[in-house]
C-alpha cells in the first residue's frame, strides 16, 4: 500500500466527508423535490375533483350548557388515555366583586357541579357564568408544526393539523410551543398526541365525534370553502373571536361570544 | 406516570412538567463545553499565555463533556430508539432540528483540534511508550501519520486557527441555539424573550471558565502539584467579565418584563416571588450573583495585598458559587417555564423524581460521565502540559532522566 503523509490523509479525509455530505444532502433534496413534482403531478391530474374542502369548527358558546358529552364522546372515540383530553370544556363563574373562578373538574367529563359553597361564603353569590369547550385550534401559522424537529406534525390538504406517530420522537417540544395546552405525550405510545378534529370520520363525510352527540349545537363543523355550508353562514352572520389572537398563530377553531377573560 | 398539585386553574393537559431534570442538564453540559472551548482557544488562537496551562485541559474538557451531552436528550425522548429521525428527516423550520447538526459539526471539529493539539505527543508515545499494545494503540491514534518535523508542527497551527474560526463560531452556535429553542417559543412568556440566547450563551461561557477554574485547581491540590497563580488570575478575569456581563442582562431581563408589565406579568410575578422565590431570587441572583462577583472583584482589585493562596481559594470559591448559578439559572428557565399554566391562571408543583428514567439519580450519572472519561483521557495523554508532565512509567525502560523535547526527524520527508 502507498505510504500517505499528511496532507494527502487530510485532503482525502475532509474531500471524502464533504463528498458524502454533499451527496447524501442531494440524494434527500432530489428526492423530496421528487415526491413534490409527484404530489403536484397528481393534484393536477384530478382536475375534475369536485370542490375544494377546507374543514373548519365553530364553537357557540352561548348555546354550551357544560354536560360534558363531548368530552366522554371524544374519549370513547378516540381512546383518549386517563388524565388526558383532546377536548375539554371551561366553566367561568362571576362573583360580585369581580373575582373569575374557571374550572374544569376532569376536563368536565362527568359535567358540573354547582360552585361549592366554601367559595360562595367568601366570594358571594356567583351572578353569571358560562362554559367554553376548548380543543386544537389548527391554527393556519402553526407553532406546532415550526417547531417540530423531525417534521412529524404536518397540515392535511383539508387544513387539518395532523401528527404522523410513526415518525414522532416525543420530544415534547410542540407540547410547550402550543399556546392552547391541546397537546400531550401520549403516555402509552410515546409519542404527541392531540385532537384531529377525527379526521377518520371527517373526511369519510362524517362529523367528528363531539359535534356529533352536542344536544345544543354549541359545535358546528364543516367545510369552510364552501359558502352555503352552515359552518361558512354562521360564520358570515356572527361575530366570531379566536383564542389568543395576539399570538398571531390563526387558529382555526373560531368561536361565538368570546369573552376577554377567556385565554 | 406523576400526579403533581397544582394550584388555581390549570389546563386540564398540563397535569405535569414534561421537561425536567434531564432538560435542566442538558444546556447546563453544553454550557461547559461551550465555555471551555472558548478558555483553549483564548490560548490556541489568541495566544494568551496565561491560559497555557489549562489550554490541553479545557480542550479535553470540552470534548468529554460533549461526548455526553445527547445523554439527556435521549434520556428524556418518547421514543429515543428513533432519535435520528432528527437528522434523517430534519425539518427546516424547528430550531431544535439544527441540534444533530450543529452537534455533529462541533465534535467533529473538536475531535480534529484535539488530535492537531496532542499529534507530537501521541506520535513520541507510539514509539517510548511503555507497551506494546500501548505503542499500538498511540499508533492508531496517529493515525499513522508519524511526521512531526518544525515545518509539519507549523501547518498543525495553521490548521488549528482555522478550525478554532470554525470553531469559536460553533461553539456559539451550539449554545446560542439551546437559548433560542427557548427564546422562541411565544406561547411561553417566561421564555419567549430574544434575550434568552444571549443569556444562555454567557451563562455557558461563565460555567465553562468556572470548571475549569475549579477542576484545574482540584486536582491540582488533591495531586500536590503548584497551581499556576498567573493562569488561575487570568482565568479569574475572565469569569468576572463574564459573570458581570451575564448577572447584567439576566437583571436587564426581568426588569425589562416587570417594567413592561404586560398581560402575562401578573403571573411571572407570582411565579418569580413565590415558586421560584429561592432558586431565582435567592441562589440564582443574590447568593451565587453577588458573592462571587464581589469576591472575584476584590480579588483582582486588591491582588497585591492578598497572597496566592487567598486568591485562588477566593477564585475557587466564586466559580463553585458560579456554577451553582449557572444551573441554577438552568432550573429556573426550564422547569420555572413549565410551573405555571398557560391559563395564566394555575401553578403547577414540580416534585423532583430520584429514581426512574428522567430521575435525579440518572441525571447524576450523567453528569459523572464526562468526568470518568476525563479520568480515562488523563491516561492516555498528559491533561496539562507537553511531554515533560508524563509519568516515568508510562515511557518505555532505559530512556534518558531527562526527556529531550524536540521531537524526533520525521523517518520519512513528507
Redesign the interface.
Known amino acids: 500500500m502507498k505510504?500517505?503523509?499528511?496532507?494527502e490523509?487530510?485532503t482525502k479525509t475532509v474531500g471524502t466527508?464533504v463528498k458524502t455530505f454533499v451527496f447524501g444532502n442531494l440524494v434527500c433534496t432530489t428526492a423530496e423535490l421528487l415526491q413534490d413534482k409527484k404530489s403536484f403531478a397528481n393534484s393536477a391530474s384530478k382536475k375534475e375533483e369536485p370542490e375544494k374542502v377546507i374543514f373548519g369548527f365553530l364553537v357557540d358558546t352561548r348555546k354550551c350548557i357544560g354536560c360534558g358529552s363531548c368530552v366522554r364522546a371524544d374519549k370513547a372515540e378516540n381512546g383518549v388515555p386517563e388524565?388526558?383530553?383532546r377536548t375539554?370544556v371551561?366553566r367561568y363563574t362571576f362573583f360580585p366583586n369581580g373575582r373569575v373562578l374557571?374550572?374544569?373538574p376532569?376536563?368536565a367529563e362527568d359535567g358540573f357541579w354547582p360552585v361549592k359553597e366554601d367559595k360562595e361564603r367568601t366570594l358571594g353569590k356567583p351572578y353569571h357564568h358560562y362554559f367554553v369547550p376548548?380543543l386544537c385550534n389548527h391554527c393556519i401559522d402553526t407553532?406546532c408544526?415550526?417547531?417540530?424537529?423531525?417534521?412529524?406534525s404536518f397540515e392535511t390538504k383539508e387544513g387539518v393539523i395532523l401528527i404522523d406517530q410513526k415518525?414522532?420522537?416525543?420530544?415534547?417540544?410542540c407540547?410547550?410551543?402550543?399556546?392552547?395546552?391541546?397537546?400531550?405525550?401520549n403516555?402509552e405510545?410515546?409519542?404527541?398526541d392531540k385532537c384531529t378534529w377525527c379526521y377518520h370520520r371527517t373526511t369519510q363525510g362524517l362529523k367528528p365525534a363531539c359535534v356529533e352527540v352536542c344536544p345544543v349545537k354549541a359545535r358546528i363543523f364543516g367545510n369552510i370553502s364552501d359558502s352555503e355550508s352552515e359552518i361558512s353562514k354562521l360564520l358570515r352572520d356572527n361575530r366570531v373571536q379566536v383564542l389568543k389572537s395576539y399570538?398571531?398563530t390563526r387558529p382555526k377553531t373560531r368561536y361565538i361570544g368570546l369573552d376577554s377573560g377567556v385565554? | 406516570m406523576h400526579h403533581y398539585f397544582v394550584e388555581g386553574f390549570v389546563l386540564p393537559n398540563q397535569n405535569q412538567i414534561w421537561w425536567t431534570i434531564l432538560i435542566v442538564l442538558y444546556p447546563y453540559i453544553t454550557g461547559i463545553v461551550a465555555g471551555a472551548f472558548i478558555i483553549s482557544s483564548l490560548y490556541h488562537v489568541f495566544n494568551k499565555e496565561d491560559l497555557k496551562p489549562v489550554s490541553r485541559f479545557s480542550l479535553l474538557m470540552a470534548f468529554a463533556f460533549l461526548l455526553f451531552a445527547t445523554c439527556p436528550l435521549l434520556g428524556h425522548l418518547g421514543r429515543p430508539e428513533r432519535a435520528l429521525n432528527i437528522m434523517l428527516t430534519p425539518n427546516p423550520t424547528s430550531a431544535m432540528a439544527g441540534f444533530g447538526f450543529i452537534y455533529a459539526t462541533y465534535l467533529i471539529i473538536l475531535a480534529i483540534e484535539i488530535w492537531l493539539v496532542y499529534r507530537p505527543d501521541i506520535v513520541y508515545l507510539s514509539k517510548h511508550s511503555s507497551s506494546m499494545l500501548l505503542r499500538k494503540l498511540y499508533w492508531l491514534l496517529s493515525l499513522g501519520v508519524d511526521n512531526v518535523s518544525k515545518s509539519s508542527l507549523e501547518s498543525d497551527h495553521k490548521v488549528m486557527i482555522f478550525l478554532a474560526s470554525i470553531g469559536i463560531p460553533a461553539a456559539c452556535t451550539l449554545h446560542g441555539y439551546v437559548g433560542f429553542i427557548f427564546g422562541a417559543i411565544k406561547a411561553n412568556p417566561w421564555w419567549s424573550s430574544p434575550m434568552m440566547p444571549v443569556i444562555f450563551l454567557l451563562s455557558a461561557i461563565v460555567s465553562g471558565i468556572a470548571m475549569v477554574l475549579v477542576c484545574y485547581q482540584a486536582i491540582h491540590y488533591l495531586k500536590g502539584r503548584a497551581i499556576d497563580s498567573q493562569c488561575t488570575q487570568a482565568l479569574m478575569g475572565y469569569l468576572w467579565l463574564f459573570a458581570i456581563i451575564d448577572v447584567a442582562i439576566e437583571l436587564l431581563e426581568i426588569i425589562n418584563h416587570a417594567y413592561m408589565a404586560n398581560e402575562d406579568w401578573e403571573v411571572l410575578h407570582e411565579l418569580v416571588m413565590t415558586k421560584l422565590f429561592v432558586s431565582y431570587v435567592v441562589i440564582q441572583m443574590l447568593v451565587c450573583s453577588v458573592i462571587p462577583i464581589g469576591l472575584l472583584g476584590a480579588a483582582i482589585i486588591f491582588r497585591k495585598r492578598l497572597s496566592d493562596r487567598i486568591r485562588n481559594a477566593m477564585g475557587f470559591l466564586s466559580a463553585m458559587l458560579l456554577l451553582i448559578q449557572v444551573l441554577a439559572m438552568r432550573w429556573n428557565v426550564v422547569i420555572g417555564g413549565q410551573m405555571f399554566s398557560k391559563s395564566f391562571r394555575g401553578f403547577l408543583r414540580f416534585d423532583v423524581e430520584v429514581f426512574g428514567r428522567e430521575g435525579l439519580l440518572v441525571a447524576f450519572a450523567i453528569f459523572l460521565m464526562p468526568f470518568i472519561t476525563l479520568g480515562i483521557f488523563a491516561r492516555l495523554l498528559p491533561l496539562w502540559g507537553p511531554i515533560e508532565t508524563y509519568p516515568k512509567k508510562w515511557l518505555r525502560k532505559g530512556l534518558p532522566e531527562k526527556q529531550n523535547l524536540t521531537f524526533p526527524e520525521p523517518a520519512h520527508p513528507s
Open positions: 505510504k500517505m503523509n499528511r496532507r490523509f487530510l466527508g388524565g388526558f383530553f375539554w371551561e374557571v374550572d374544569s376532569k376536563g376548548k407553532p408544526i415550526q417547531v417540530c424537529p423531525v417534521g412529524a415518525r414522532c420522537v416525543g420530544c415534547a417540544y407540547v410547550q410551543a402550543c399556546p392552547f395546552g391541546t397537546r400531550y405525550i403516555p405510545k410515546g409519542v404527541a399570538l398571531g385565554i
